[in-house]
């Protein structure tokens, strides 16, 4: 329940939670966005609702650099750290030593005006300008393969707000 300090106790403004993770390791080159393995599809009750969308996501490369994400609703894109939809949650991280690992923690607010089906991705990028490097999501912290004790997981949330 919220609380409506003119109207008192209303119902409850989220409508439907859907989430999505995954542990699957994937990859990319520092000019290309990676798509996190975790994408979550939710189907709006209303065009006047909102989606709020988190995502988790570690990363880690085989150099230092700054990254990037940005989130996409089907293919469009919607929100990009530092770019033109830049919006409160986002960041560019950076990583300070070779293969170590960089979790973004973003989330958006989207406005998508529909009562389709809408999938939503996270992905992330190297800001560096070459393409010699590679940076992965979900890669194991020791060895650097999916065997070792720690690997991360991706994980994603959509949450309908009435709107």
Known sequence: MALNLTNGIVGDPVLQVITAQSDTETSGNTNTWTASPATVSITPQSTNNHILIYAHTTIASNTKEDCLSRFKRD????????GSAHGVG?????????????????????????????????????????????????????????????????????MEIEG
Do not use: C
């Open 75 to 82: 293919s469009t894109l919607i929100a990009l750290s530092g």
């Open 90 to 158: 986002y960041g560019v991280g950076s990583l300070t030593e070779t293969w170590a690992g960089y979790t973004f923690n973003d989330w958006w607010k989207d406005s998508p005006s529909s009562t389709s089906s809408i999938t939503y991705t996270h992905e992330v990028k190297s800001n560096r300008g070459d393409t010699n490097y590679t940076i992965w999501i979900n890669r194991g912290l020791q060895t650097g393969n999916h065997s070792d004790a720690f690997v991360t997981r991706a994980f994603i949330m959509a």
